[in-house]
Every structure is written in C-alpha cells, then in structure tokens.
C-alpha cells in the first residue's frame, strides 16, 4: 500500500516521545496517525494538534473511549466523564474517530455488561453529535472478553450499531479481533456505512497475556492483503492503520519498529 | 449436580495412570470419564474397556479425532487412517462420543481448510455408521483458529452440522470454548438433537499460551451453573465432563486435582 493512505499507531511504537512519533510517520510518508490518550497527554490535545497540522499528518483515531460496565454509581460517573473528555479531545484533534474499548463485566453476568454498554453508548451520543466526533465500536477478540470488551464478534458489533441507529456510531475493525470469523466478509458487507476505522495487526503464536502478542503484518497467519481488499470493497475510504501491540516490538527501537511496519504495509498490494 | 451425572477427563489429571484415573473417577462417584486417546493407549482400547465395566464407569467421551486440514496427500491419507482407527476405539470402548479437534489452516487460508474440515468429516461418515459412533465437532475458542481448530464459534458448527445433515454427526460443546457468544442460548437451542457431549472448565486469566491455561469451575469468570442450565434446556442429558487442561493444576497431585474437581461439580446446582 501507499503509505500515505496509511496510519502509524502510537501504540505501534509506544516508547517512542510525541514529537518522535511525528517524526517517524513523516519519514516514511504516512498520511496520519492514530492516537492513544497516553501519547498527548503530556503536552494536551491542543499542542498535539498544532504539531501534527504542521507536519500535515491526519489523526485516524484516538484509542479510547469506554468501559461502560462499572461495578457502581461512582465509578460509572467517573468512566461518563472520562468519555466525554475523550470525545473532546478527539474533536480537538480532529480525529476520524474516538475508538470505543466498551469494557468487560464486572462479574460473570455478560448479559448485563451487554446491556449497559449500549446504554453507555446511547448516553455519548449528544455530546459526539455536538462536538461532530464519530464513536468506533471496536468489536475484541473472545479471548478478552473477561477483561477488555464484553462485544466480541463483528457480528455483534454491527447489530449494536443497527440498534443505535446513530449516523455518529459505527466500527472500528482490526484484523486481530475478528480474522477468524466465518462470517467476516458478510458482517463487513452489511456495515457500509459504518466503518469508520481499519487497523492491522497479525496473529502470532504462542499467546503471552491477552494484550500484546500480537505481529506486525506478514509475521502471522492473517490473510492481511484479503483483509484489506474486504474492507475497501466494503466502502472503506480512510486510512489504515497500523496497530501493534507487541512486548517483542516494543523492546526494540522506535526507529526499527517504525521501519518495519513501513515495510510491512508496503508488502499489502493496494485494494483495487 | 450429582457425580453419578459427570464424568471426570482424563486430561484433568493427565499424569495420573489410566488405573488411577479408574481409582480417583470411582472415589468421588463420578458416572464416567472422558479419555484422551494417549491415556489408554499403554494397554489398548479393550483391556480400557474391562477394566471401565468392572468398575461400572461409562465413556462419555474419546479425544480424539480430527486435524482434517492437511497439506499433502500423505498426511491426509495419514489423518484419514488415524481417524478411522479413532472411531474403532471409541466403538471398543463405547464411548457417547468420539470429540472431532477439526484443525487449523495449513497457511492463511481458513476458507479452504474449513472445506476440508467439511469434507473430511463427510468421509468418515459411513465408517462412523458401520461402528455406531457419534462424531462431536467441537468448536474451539478463536484463539485456537491458527493451531487447532477452523471452526471457532457455535453458529459455525451449527451449520457444519445442519449441512452435513446426518444424525451420526452432532457437538461436543466445551464452556471455554462458546462461553463468550452472544448468541449461546440461542445457538444450543436450535441444536438440540445435536448435542453429544457437555464439558466444563473456566476461563482465567492471563492466557499462557492456547493449550493449557484453564481453570477449574469456580475459579473463573464463565457463569457455568447458567451454562449447564443451558445445556439442559437444549435437551442434553448425558455426563457432564470436568475438562480442565490446566499447567497449574497438572503441577499438583492428581488426587488433589480430582477432589477439586469433585468440590467444583458439586457447587454447581442440579440444572431443573
């Protein structure tokens, strides 16, 4: 792929400072950046987006809103009012999309956990319509259903968006979190209008911990070219992004990881 | 529930001797065992099968058969003759069941090997009649896509069933596998004829590679009293198993490990 219709994630090189994070997505000609909170939160919104206007890089996503299932009335006003100032942030930054990691149970009751993520969503949405900010329900993969996203499939994902009915709410897709479902072509066909971000990552063996074993593309076993082909034939116009969460990556330097993801992605053929 | 309704995996206590497990399987007053193929493999299917009758335990389940995607002709052919020599021992020992591990993609083409999975459960079809054994696809968790098993979810395995259309072919549905579907209660609904055989383990964290980072009922986060519920409004009446594959647990003393298993099963109420 172009990388200038592509994305470098913080997290991807998540040691790296804010201004070096610039510093590699404009070495290699990415279009933007995708955003966790923590990379800003130094210097503020404000000052990031003054930095990336400067450089011309597009911010593609700030990671995260969520966490909707708390196990009280305090906890769930203050997880409320970190959302809605991550929906303010995402405006300052102008940002395609604020990324929802919508939160496990509390206890063992899924159901419930269900029930009030899509509340918790329903309550955002006022404040994104005011601030123009896109909400990305990011559907996890099942094997962090215990401890980061109760909304496991995409299938699951895209019926919450039909049952939202917001044009504000959609999906953000990675190609960690839903490769293995049978349905993957069909459920991304049926959400058109919906997508809001696309980010890549590869499945490697063995699992170290939910969070971060994951590969840069081509290291897995993930049909990457085919992933990215779906989504555009599904509409997708963005940029995509490259997500990586990886103890291997990360203890490498910055200025390596940044260069094989580069590479990685240049590998993708361009979706026709 | 009531021992003489579960049945205790040898796997659980994989280091005890197929005369241990008989010994801590009849202790505890567990109905019967599920055996892995290695745990009687020492002295054969028959000489398992006398000594299961003396001590009045039943088979509810062999693991197994599977591994259907194959990269060559050989190893197919390999597999093939494996598989069928799986379904004489599951005949011998009369077990409920012969569990079918389906396998992963040889590459990165999971549509490919689930036509193979598709097909090779097909072939066995006719050798599974002649014996009068069940085969139980199980689905396994998506986490297991790339090492062991295409089919990931139970909607899938569902299909795979309604498509292979034969009342010799069901499910083997495993709580760690399905427990994070959304669609679980109305998954097991529309399977009811299907459903060969229950297992049980819960689903702790962190993940230390696929395989083996199970927890006994109780210690995790799966409500496995409303899936045994579950199970038994879907039409199940057989053993449930204690699966529990479990680095942990394999450390300490298998008996130590059968009486925990034992505890576990009876915390968890009679399904109505």
């Known amino acids: 792929m172009d990388l200038?219709?592509?994305?470098?994630?913080?997290?991807?090189?998540?040691?790296?400072?804010?201004?070096?994070?610039?510093?590699?997505?404009?070495?290699?000609?990415?279009?933007?950046?995708?955003?966790?909170?923590?990379?800003?939160?130094?210097?503020?919104?404000?000052?990031?987006a003054r930095?990336?206007?400067?450089?011309g890089l597009r911010v593609s996503s700030v990671c995260?809103?969520?966490?909707?299932?708390?196990?009280d009335e305090t906890s769930r006003a203050a997880a409320l009012a970190d959302n809605l100032r991550a929906i303010d942030e995402a405006r300052t930054l102008d940002a395609d999309c604020l990324v929802l990691v919508c939160g496990a149970a509390a206890g063992r009751d899924l159901a419930a956990a269900r029930n009030q993520i899509e509340d918790g969503i329903a309550e955002l949405v006022p404040h994104?319509?005011?601030?123009?900010?896109?909400?990305?329900?990011?559907?996890?993969?099942?094997?962090?259903?215990?401890?980061r996203s109760a909304i496991t499939s995409l299938t699951e994902a895209v019926d919450l968006v039909e049952r939202l009915?917001?044009?504000?709410?959609?999906?953000?897709?990675?190609s960690y979190h839903v490769f293995w479902d049978v349905n993957l072509a069909g459920e991304l066909a049926r959400a058109p209008e919906a997508l809001m971000s696309v980010q890549l990552a590869d499945w490697v063996l063995p699992i170290h911990g939910q969070?971060?074993?994951?590969?840069?593309?081509?290291?897995?076993?993930?049909?990457l070219p085919g992933f990215v082909q779906l989504t555009r034939k599904a509409g997708y116009r963005g940029l995509v992004e490259v997500e990586v969460l990886s103890d291997r990556w990360w203890a490498t330097d910055p200025a390596d990881t940044a260069q094989a993801a580069a590479d990685a992605l240049r590998e993708i053929p361009d979706p026709s």
Request: glycine fraction near 12%.
């Open 4 to 48: 200038a219709h592509c994305s470098l994630n913080s997290v991807t090189v998540k040691n790296a400072s804010f201004s070096r994070l610039i510093e590699l997505a404009t070495r290699h000609g990415f279009g933007g950046v995708g955003l966790w909170r923590d990379a800003y939160a130094g210097n503020g919104a404000a000052a990031a």
């Open 51 to 55: 930095d990336l206007r400067k450089a």
């Open 64 to 71: 995260r809103g969520g966490a909707f299932p708390q196990p």
């Open 128 to 147: 994104a319509d005011e601030a123009g900010v896109r909400l990305a329900i990011e559907p996890m993969h099942p094997m962090m259903v215990a401890d």
């Open 165 to 174: 009915a917001s044009p504000r709410v959609g999906l953000c897709v990675d």
């Open 211 to 223: 969070l971060s074993s994951r590969g840069m593309p081509g290291e897995g076993s993930i049909d």
